[in-house]
């Protein structure tokens, strides 16, 4: 009877411990499930504090805290990456602070042509729209594409017409006009004619290009695991001809895949589309099997300087990493990681 008492009591005990081990094996794949976090960039190039003024820093580090927190709530309330992108861009267009949506920067023609993208990591579907002139939040109509029609890319008239259709916001161009864009075209202008004139004048060619830029984007990871990722801009000050950058380029500019990562660009658009940025990444992690640290390190630091550009993305991976990675002098910057800690940073 002992030995069947004994029996008994030492196979509940290993049947209560396997349950216990069933629990600890359980609980963390809950948890990681619910990991969720946000990086958010506003822009990177020559931002210098000696440039900076202390009220203007204090009005940078307000936008990019009231953008990241408003992103990261919606995360917290169970909500899903996409919107949380799309939130969140939205409040960096409505700023005249960068250029993207109200801050945009003109054209060669005094005019202001806006771009975006958003990627689904989840579906793969992405949207992306480019060179149009009355959307108030680019971003929403990239949107839009995605989820109302078959297609991936819509530029000029026809997709504000598809805007218009599909209650997409629309204004007035004069609602993007801000003194400051104004006045940095007409010093673009003047710096562009002088450079011009002298090389022409000692018989070899010059390369104009705008040394600061604003662009914006947002990369999320929600509690279900999905990864979006967005970005939108004003392209570059005094661009001609329609030129259209990375920033609304699927693979260039944007990229999420929960499988490895979610990437958001800015920086010197030609040099991002013919490195192909955002995915160069992505796919270094899918291939290689390099963390996301290394991949953003090789394409940012290398790969993209070693053929002459600059700039910088942020980037978050399917743990939850967060990765800022620029080779300018500085990116405006913002998150909140996993543990919930924030970091608003602009110089390098």
Known sequence: MKSLSTCYLAGLFFTLLGCNNKENQIKPSVEAAEKFC???????GTILKENMTDSLEVAYHHVLDLAVSKGYEILKNGGNSLD?????IMILEDSPLFNAGKGAVFTNEGKNELDASIMDGKSKAAGAVASVTRVKNPITLARAIMEVSEHVMMVGPGAEKFAEQNGVELVDPN?????????????????EKTELDHAAALHYDVTIKDQKFGTVGCVALDKKG????????????NKRYGRVGDAPIIGAGTYADNATCGVSATGWGEF?????VAYDIAAQMQYKNVSLADAAKETIQKKVPEMGGDGGIIAIDKDGNIIMEFNTAGMYR????????KTIAIYK
């Open 226 to 237: 999905n990864i979006a990722a967005g970005t939108s801009t004003g392209g570059m000050t």
């Open 84 to 88: 949380a992108v799309t939130q969140t």
């Open 334 to 341: 913002a998150s909140i990681d996993k543990s919930g800690a």
């Open 38 to 44: 946000i990086v958010i960039h506003g822009g990177a």
């Open 175 to 191: 609602y993007f006009y801000t003194a400051k864009r104004w006045e940095g075209l007409q010093k673009a202008k003047d710096r």
């Open 272 to 276: 991002f589309i013919r490195n192909v």
